[in-house]
């Protein structure tokens, strides 16, 4: 080797390198002895201890890469976690807390000094107070700790490291490559069976759990593939790449026979007009109006008896059947949310100031069930919850929790809707539209299933939080005064 190689090689290099030798050692001798394969998985840590030490930067963006890619694994019954992700962020954590520590004096809080800040941290707070009036506390316990890991690799992790037009462009690309990878795979492998609706899942093995985390997050992402495509001149490569993508996403979303990402679309084709009109704070309130209108009308003298699962309740095999069953209240799937939603409806009057607790619903929801709304997929076997994450706020944070999350989720709207029409700049101005109609996605998804907690949902959810302030603060040249 070249001496002026060998001058450059500084003494902490040296150390990592025989270190890391020393690790695949002695981690392949401990799977020999034990003859188990969980060690062999240890050396994959230490490039985010190196990086942890010379540049955690790369840390935060390689956990962006790898969520379209993230896997589930189960440790044990009652355990999952996703890898890689969920070990990243955990480490990505203890990295932000160092460095916050270290940087105390150089922080900037103003950054909290927010509504939406506010508020978020009056949700955190409030589940931390749930936590500890729970009926199951070390569910609970294993819920905060979750949140605050998603809090700081999502939210604080993306304040800290995206600041300008050029991170924002750095953060699509990250996520598009491995997104549009899995997508492709996706569509390939359900081609082989004529896109039914029996192989979707099978087609998505191993990045996503069900077809409904894969759409969600299609739906989710898509605003920003738009977005993209202004980036670009008509006759570039890129723009024709990123148009291809508009249709192959809308393919994708189309096959994957998810009603809530169906329903996400029209929602946001709707949101982009409303924001441009400045009816978001309408929109809120009517939206508020219309859910307490159909509450009232399902529960009165019990009408939605009417609606109790029969011989034609059954499972759908396709698109058509399954759009006139959703319509006719013959479809399986459908008549198991309503069971879930009565069941959280009762638990909600039994427990309504502090709830049952995060992580409450499911060890509790089957004595409040109706059980003449059972069907044959009534035994959960994979403990999933209401499928509705307003609901599941409410069984298991109470009123007070589910009032401080809807205030969460309207200011965001109120305060991005504001920022739209004041951004005298054109880009971001799209910018923003494309961080609205990402969370108008994710709370459309909210209404049917209880993905925040899934690292390739929930992630966006902090990000899209995170998104909007940091345009506020870091782009105030740009924001008319008033």
């Given at each position: 080797m070249d001496k002026a190689i060998l001058n450059k090689t500084t003494n902490l290099e040296t150390i990592l390198f025989y270190g890391f030798g020393l690790l695949v050692i002695a981690c392949t001798l401990l799977s020999y002895i034990f003859q188990t394969k969980i060690f062999l998985a240890f050396p994959a840590l230490f490039p985010l201890v190196y990086f942890a030490i010379t540049d955690f930067r790369k840390i935060y963006f390689a956990l962006l890469f790898l969520l379209p890619l993230s896997l589930e694994y189960q440790v044990t019954e009652s355990l999952g976690t996703d890898l890689p992700t969920e070990p990243l962020m955990l480490g990505l954590m203890f990295v932000l807390l160092f460095y916050f520590i270290k940087n105390i004096q150089r922080i900037d809080f103003s950054f909290f000094k927010n509504s939406?800040?506010?508020?978020?941290?009056?949700?955190?707070?409030?589940?931390?107070?749930?936590?500890?009036?729970?009926?199951?506390?070390?569910?609970?316990?294993?819920?905060?700790?979750?949140?605050?890991?998603?809090?700081?690799?999502?939210?604080?992790?993306?304040?800290?490291?995206?600041?300008?037009?050029n991170d924002i462009k750095k953060?699509?690309?990250?996520?598009?490559?491995?997104?549009?990878?899995?997508?492709?795979?996706?569509?390939?492998?359900?081609?082989?069976?004529?896109?039914?609706?029996?192989?979707?899942?099978?087609?998505?093995?191993?990045?996503?759990?069900?077809?409904v985390v894969y759409a969600n997050l299609l739906t989710v992402f898509l605003p920003f593939v738009f977005l993209a495509r202004n980036w670009y001149l008509p006759a570039s490569t890129k723009r024709r790449l990123l148009n291809m993508s508009v249709i192959i996403y809308l393919a994708a979303i189309y096959f994957a026979y998810?009603?809530?990402?169906?329903?996400?679309?029209?929602?946001?084709?709707?949101?982009?007009?409303?924001?441009?009109?400045?009816?978001?704070?309408?929109?809120?309130?009517?939206?508020?109006?219309?859910?307490?209108?159909?509450?009232?009308?399902?529960?009165?003298?019990?009408?939605?008896?009417?609606?109790?699962?029969?011989?034609?309740?059954?499972?759908?095999?396709?698109?058509?059947?399954?759009?006139?069953?959703?319509?006719?209240?013959?479809?399986?799937?459908?008549?198991?949310?309503?069971?879930?939603?009565?069941?959280?409806?009762?638990?909600?009057?039994?427990?309504?100031?502090t709830g049952f607790g995060p992580n409450g619903f499911v060890p509790n929801y089957e004595n409040y069930t109706v059980f003449i709304f059972e069907t044959w997929i009534s035994e959960n076997p994979e403990r999933s919850g209401v499928h509705n994450y307003f609901l599941m706020t409410l069984v298991e944070q109470g009123v007070i929790g589910l009032i401080i999350f809807f205030s969460l989720i309207a200011v965001f709207f109120i305060f991005s809707e504001n920022l739209f029409h004041k951004i005298k700049d054109k880009e971001l101005q799209k910018t923003i539209k494309a961080i609205i109609l990402s969370m108008t996605a994710i709370v459309v998804s909210c209404l049917f299933s209880d993905l925040l907690e899934v690292d390739k949902i929930g992630s966006f959810f902090f990000i899209m939080l995170a998104f909007i302030v940091i345009i506020s603060r870091n782009f105030k040249p740009f924001i008319k005064e008033k």
């Open positions: 939406i800040m506010i508020l978020l941290i009056v949700h955190f707070f409030w589940i931390g107070i749930t936590s500890f009036t729970s009926l199951t506390p070390l569910l609970s316990f294993k819920f905060i700790l979750a949140k605050t890991w998603y809090i700081f690799a999502f939210l604080l992790a993306t304040a800290v490291f995206i600041k300008s037009k953060f699509f690309w990250i996520i598009y490559i491995p997104l549009t990878f899995t997508v492709i795979w996706a569509l390939f492998w359900h081609g082989l069976t004529n896109f039914h609706f029996d192989t979707i899942n099978n087609s998505l093995t191993p990045f996503y759990r069900n077809h998810t009603r809530a990402s169906y329903l996400a679309l029209f929602a946001m084709f709707l949101v982009y007009f409303i924001v441009n009109f400045k009816m978001i704070k309408l929109t809120i309130f009517a939206s508020i109006l219309a859910i307490i209108g159909v509450f009232s009308f399902i529960t009165h003298n019990n009408y939605y008896l009417k609606y109790s699962p029969t011989v034609k309740t059954v499972s759908h095999h396709d698109l058509s059947g399954i759009i006139d069953a959703t319509l006719k209240g013959t479809d399986v799937s459908s008549m198991e949310r309503i069971y879930r939603w009565i069941a959280a409806i009762h638990m909600a009057n039994d427990r309504p100031i």
